[in-house]
């Protein structure tokens, strides 16, 4: 009984520890440089690496852009449109700042 309840407690431990990012959001994106962002769902695992180095990522179709100062305001990821924001609860991915969270909100 006492293996048991240490597996357990183990357990719970390690899936207590799993990242997350972006609490009720899809995904997160972190801006790595050089126009180029990594695109992770909300247990920070990559979907899409986004390599823009040579055109502005903000017309290439991929994302969508507010104003200066610029931010990413929306993303097609698989096929949808993602509505995206900062969000103090972002979080990070293997050391990566998530820049903004995305989520679908039926479009």
Known sequence: MMLKTTFTILALAVAGASAQICPGFNYGIADLGGQ????YDDSCNTIQ???DS???PCTAGQFSCSPPP???TGAEIRGLW???RGDPRSGSCNGENINV???NDGH
């Open 70 to 72: 610029i931010t990413i």
């Open 82 to 84: 993602y509505n995206c």
């Open 36 to 39: 180029v962002y990594r695109i």
């Open 54 to 56: 040579s055109v502005n």
């Open 101 to 103: 969270c995305c989520r």
């Open 49 to 51: 690496v986004v390599d």
